[in-house]
């Protein structure tokens, strides 16, 4: 049992490059989120899925796209990175009003 | 004003003590309630939910106070390895989304 899948683990960009994050889930959750966390930071809601075929912009969407798969699968998109993009990456699942599971993280740079 | 907020500390406590933290929420219509450990450069990780009625898990004990909103974890006979970031959370009021707080940092030496 993986609970939540993250890939990939590392990753180093430059400026203006594109990339997707992939996450995925086996616990059978309706939802799932994506988070970032810079240095001292809490997390920060990007993007979340309710259920399947809908998603939602949370705090910071500004710069990223989301694709809500299936019930398992949840990307999320960097069409341009930014030097300001660089942080760690969460994706979470969940059902509603329950305990979130997160994903180990993506450490994403970009240069 | 932050929906959730928490003392970021650190509490720098020796081994052996007990230290509490807490947490305050403004949302009254909140209805699950919960602490993560985070270490660091990792994921959070569940704790303990919290009930109304409290609740205890070992050395932690968590309670929640609905009349003045805030929610507290208690940890006893603090161990080197209880070193971390404490989140809490509030979900409820029909939302999707659930809110934490930014972290108490919990540093204990022997």
């Known amino acids: 049992n993986a609970g939540v899948t993250q890939t990939p683990k590392f990753q180093v960009l430059k400026t203006g490059q594109s990339m997707t994050l992939q996450c995925a889930q086996d616990?059978?959750?309706?939802?799932m989120y994506w988070y970032r966390q810079d240095p001292g930071m809490g997390l920060r809601l990007i993007y979340y899925s309710a259920s399947e075929g809908t998603t939602d912009k949370g705090e910071v969407p500004n710069g990223y796209n989301v694709s809500r798969l299936n019930k398992r699968e949840f990307s999320l998109r960097l069409e341009s990175a930014a030097p300001s993009q660089t942080s760690v990456y969460f994706c979470?699942?969940?059902?509603?009003?329950?305990?979130?599971?997160f994903g180990d993280g993506t450490r994403l740079s970009i240069l | 004003r932050k929906e959730v907020e928490q003392d970021p500390g650190p509490f720098n406590v020796p081994e052996g003590a007990t230290v509490a933290f807490n947490c305050t929420y403004s949302n009254s219509a909140s209805q699950s309630f919960f602490w993560y450990r985070q270490d660091c450069r990792k994921e959070p990780k569940l704790l303990m939910s919290?009930?109304?009625s409290g609740n205890e898990d070992g050395r932690f004990t968590a309670q929640l106070n609905r009349a003045s909103q805030y929610i507290s974890l208690l940890i006893r006979d603090s161990k080197l390895s209880d070193s971390a970031t404490y989140l809490c959370v509030a979900w409820g009021g029909g939302s999707y989304i659930p809110t934490f707080g930014r972290g108490t940092s919990l540093i204990v030496h022997p």
């Open positions: 919290v009930y109304s």
């Open positions: 979470a699942s969940s059902d509603n009003n329950q305990p979130q599971h």
């Open positions: 616990m059978n959750h309706n939802s």
